[in-house]
T-cell receptor, first 113, second 114 residues
Framework: DTAVSQTPKYLVTQMGNDKSIKCEQN?????MYWYKQDSKKFLKIMFS???????INETVPNRFSPKSPDKAHLNLHINSLELGDSAVYFC????????????FGPGTRLTVL | GENVEQHPSTLSVQEGDSAVIKCTYS??????FPWYKQELGKGPQLIID?????GEKKDQRIAVTLNKTAKHFSLHITETQPEDSAVYFC?????????????FGTGTRLKVLA
C-alpha cells in the first residue's frame, strides 16, 4: 500500500541514450511533482502537474519531458542523456499545490556514464 | 530569485542534547513552512509544518518557531536520539504566475552520537 511509488529505483545508462522514469500515487491527490536532487543534496523542483495539466515548468532543458496520462501518474522522459543528468529524481504528490504536505516517492538514482 | 538559506550544513550532537536548525526566507508572501527529514536512501518525509498565522508549533520532541518580521524559522529537536540522524530540509512556499511551489533550503546533516 505504498503511497507514492517510482520505477526503476536505479538506472545506469550511457550518454546519449533516452530513458523514462515512472511515478504513481494512490493517495487521490490532484497535484504531482518531479524534483531533482544533486550530489550535494540540493532539492529543486522541475515540473508540477495539477489534474493532468502542467502548472510549473522550471528552467529545465527541453530534453526532459513530463507526461501525465491521468492524475495518479506522472512520468518523466529524458532524451539524449548527459553526464550532468546524473542525480536522484523524486516524484511527489499533494492534495493542493504549495500549501500542503507533499508526499515523496523513494527516488530514482540515475547514473549516466 | 526567491531563496531559502539554511544553517548549519552539518550538526553533530550528543545523544540527549538538543539540536537547532535555522532557516531564512526572502519572499514576504510565503505563508507555509514545512520541515522534511530525509533518511539515507529514502525520499524526504514531512515531520512538522507551520503556517504564517502561528508563531510556534510543537509535536512531542520537535518544535518549530516562526518570526515573520525577521523572515526566520527554526527547527528544535530535544532529547535527540540516534534515529534522529538524517538530513533535514526546511522549505517555504512561493507563489509565481498564480501557482505555489516549495523553495527548499540546502539541507542540514544531523548526526546524533551515542
Amino acid at each position: 500500500d505504498t503511497a507514492v511509488s517510482q520505477t526503476p529505483k536505479y538506472l545506469v545508462t550511457q550518454m546519449g541514450n533516452d530513458k523514462s522514469i515512472k511515478c504513481e500515487q494512490n493517495l487521490g491527490h490532484d497535484t504531482m511533482y518531479w524534483y531533482k536532487q544533486d550530489s550535494k543534496k540540493f532539492l529543486k523542483i522541475m515540473f508540477s502537474y495539477n489534474n493532468k495539466e502542467l502548472i510549473i515548468n522550471e528552467t529545465v532543458p527541453n530534453r526532459f519531458s513530463p507526461k501525465s496520462p491521468d492524475k495518479a501518474h506522472l512520468n518523466l522522459h529524458i532524451n539524449s542523456l548527459e553526464l550532468g543528468d546524473s542525480a536522484v529524481y523524486f516524484c511527489a504528490s499533494s492534495q493542493a499545490s504549495g500549501s500542503s504536505e507533499q508526499f515523496f516517492g523513494p527516488g530514482t538514482r540515475l547514473t549516466v556514464l | 530569485g526567491e531563496n531559502v538559506e539554511q544553517h548549519p550544513s552539518t550538526l553533530s550532537v550528543q545523544e540527549g542534547d538538543s539540536a537547532v536548525i535555522k532557516c531564512t526566507y526572502s519572499d514576504s508572501a510565503s505563508n507555509y513552512f514545512p520541515w522534511y527529514k530525509q533518511e539515507l536512501g529514502k525520499g524526504p518525509q514531512l515531520i512538522i509544518d507551520i503556517r504564517s498565522n502561528v508563531g510556534e508549533k510543537k509535536d512531542q520532541r520537535i518544535a518549530v518557531t516562526l518570526n515573520k518580521t525577521a523572515k526566520h524559522f527554526s527547527l528544535h529537536i530535544t532529547e535527540t536520539q540516534p534515529e534522529d540522524s538524517a538530513v533535514y530540509f526546511c522549505a517555504a512556499n512561493h507563489i509565481s504566475a498564480g501557482t505555489y511551489k516549495y523553495i527548499f533550503g540546502t539541507g542540514t546533516r544531523l548526526k546524533v552520537l551515542a
